[in-house]
């Protein structure tokens, strides 16, 4: 049973794990992992992790959290990335509920490097928190761009947004455990041909590890988690999710 998730840190080197053995645990078990970056650095270190380990791929992208201190150095990366294991531009996006870069900066980094993803034919991984008003705005501006919207916890109406516009959903370990009723139901309402999986390891540990750090081949809980939820297999799961993460970021 493959599944991939599809959004990690292992890469970084502030991953408090050793990673060989986490990447060798996710392989025994069958996982792919895309690794993500969040700064020109930590791009750099998940090209360099994927092109030596089997079964990784990467995503290179300046967070909106460090959009201040500069993104050109990830559009000189992509040109020399482009066509390796690179398979997306992320994570980038917008967050406003905290502001450890300002919103103009913020919009500055996420409009240049959409125009990167669409310069390389690359699907975007989305970071949007408490943003939505300004994100479906930009969004609609870049016709024909195409991804996933990373960690995705946000309302029905949020849903219906995202959908309409052909993007998919990434869930994770905050699925596992939410408390919350509202966010439950949307969790069941996401379309299993839109939905992906991750871990945003070493965050987010699903149920029933929290507490531990959070590692790829935890992947397998969530699949497990919506399973039981939805009344399928977890083989049905993971067909299906891996499948959807196959065909957004052409995983080979």
Known sequence: ???????????????????????????????TMICVGTSQASSLAAVEFAAV??????????????????????????KT???????????????????????????????????LAMKHNLPIIFHVRDAFEDFWPIFDNFPGIRGVLHSFTDTQATLDQALKRGLYL???????????PAQREMFAAIPLERMLLETDA?????TPLR??????????????????ARGLSVSEIAA??????NTLFALS
């Not at 299906?240 to 993460?245: H, M, S």
Request: charged fraction near 20%.
């Open 1 to 31: 049973m493959t599944l991939v998730d599809t959004h990690c840190h292992i890469h970084e080197s502030t991953y408090p794990l050793d990673r060989e053995s986490v990447y060798a645990r996710a392989r025994a078990a069958d996982i």
């Open 53 to 78: 380990h089997d079964g990784v791929y990467a995503s290179i992208g300046v967070h909106p959290h460090e959009a201040k201190d500069g993104w050109e150095e990830v559009i000189n990366l992509a």
């Open 81 to 115: 990335a482009a066509g390796s294991k690179l398979v997306a531009i992320g994570e980038i996006g917008l967050d406003y509920f905290y502001t450890h870069s300002p919103r103009d900066v913020q919009i500055a980094a996420f409009e240049a490097q959409i125009d």
């Open 170 to 180: 990434g869930v994770n370990g905050i699925s596992t455990f939410t408390k919350d």
């Open 202 to 206: 070493p965050f987010l540990t699903p």
């Open 211 to 228: 507490g531990t750090i959070n590692e790829p081949m935890y992947v397998e809980y969530v699949a497990g988690y919506h399973a039981i």
């Open 240 to 245: 299906a999710t891996t499948a959807n993460a």
